[in-house]
């Protein structure tokens, strides 16, 4: 059977986690079941423990520290050393039913969808191309502040467009 997620991203400060966690109640409440991955190994305060968590494999501190690397920088690091090592989502994930919904939290950093071909190889790993064969859909979130600017309005939804053209799953915005 197929197992189904949502890859909750967008720029930093979006509310990609207060998105999840609100997910993550309102499946609670209903009795059904979650299975909430957090993929941001700079994240540090959770509404709900994450089932599976980046920063048990690799956190963005230590890289910054040992590897003499930048936020950016770090964080690109990470998600290559996960691509290393996608037996740690496999394990974890490839066990579930299709009863639960696989949430997966982003970082903010927009660059992973829409420049470098990171978040498109975890992806298509997570999806039926790869191991996992997930049903995947993207939701893309914008704070509601880029509707009054235009210029930002125009810049976030063509990092939306962006990722929705990297990724080649389903893909919701959210503003």
């Not at 423990?49 to 690799?58: A, G, M, Q, T, W």
């Amino acid at each position: 059977m197929s197992k189904f997620g949502v890859l909750v991203m967008g720029p930093a400060g979006a509310g990609k986690s207060t998105f999840c966690s609100a997910l993550v109640q309102h499946l609670r409440n209903n009795k059904r079941s979650c299975f909430y991955v957090n993929l941001d190994p700079a994240a540090e305060d959770f509404a709900y423990e994450p089932d599976l968590d980046i920063k048990d494999l690799i956190s963005l501190e230590d890289v910054m520290e040992e590897m003499g690397l930048g936020p950016n920088g770090g964080l690109i690091y990470c998600f290559e050393f996960l691509l290393e090592n996608l037996d740690f989502l496999t394990e974890a994930i490839d066990p579930l039913t299709e009863e639960y919904l696989i949430i997966i939290d982003m970082p903010g950093q927009i660059e992973l969808y829409t420049h470098i071909p990171i978040v498109p190889t975890l992806v298509k790993h997570l999806t039926r191309f790869g191991a996992l064969n997930v049903n995947l859909c993207a939701a893309y979130l914008l704070e509601s502040t880029f509707v009054v600017d235009r210029a930002k309005y125009f810049a976030g939804t063509l990092s939306a467009m962006s990722a929705m053209i990297m990724l080649e799953v389903p893909h919701v915005n959210i503003l």
